[in-house]
């Protein structure tokens, strides 16, 4: 399974960024979870969203409200449009693919993307 996150960038608090997930090659993600998980300098990853490929969402409760995931199984793609950015949300953004369900842990996901950097000035 090949993931590519793309769209971070450079923003001021209280702007918006809309990140994407795709995948690639092969591999056709409209079965599997997709979770969105961030690390800043310093810190864990931590989890920031997830949804199942029924389309059920789970939310990091520092981003509910403010962060919506969604996907488009036909462009084989997961998006995380991001609103009311924070200082707080810099961080390196990955997308995971878990086999069976969205899971808050890390550990129980079995692909990564490469990440994408999302900095936001105050």
């Known amino acids: 399974v090949q993931l590519q996150a793309s769209g971070g960038g450079l923003v001021q608090a209280g702007d918006s960024l809309r990140l994407s997930c795709a995948a690639s090659?092969?591999?056709?993600?409209?079965?599997?979870?997709i979770g969105w998980f961030r690390q800043a300098p310093g810190k864990e990853r931590e989890f920031v969203a997830g949804?199942?490929?029924?389309?059920?969402?789970l939310y990091a409760d520092s981003v509910k409200g403010r962060f919506t995931i969604s996907r488009d199984n036909a462009k084989n793609t997961v998006y995380l449009q991001m609103n009311s950015l924070k200082p707080e949300d810099t961080a390196v953004y990955y997308c995971?693919?878990?086999?069976?369900?969205?899971?808050?842990?890390?550990?129980?996901?079995?692909?990564w993307g490469q990440g994408t950097l999302v900095t936001v000035s105050s």
């Open positions: 090659g092969r591999t056709f993600i409209s079965t599997y979870a």
């Open positions: 949804i199942s490929w029924v389309h059920a969402t």
């Open positions: 995971a693919v878990e086999k069976t369900r969205v899971s808050r842990s890390a550990g129980e996901y079995d692909y």
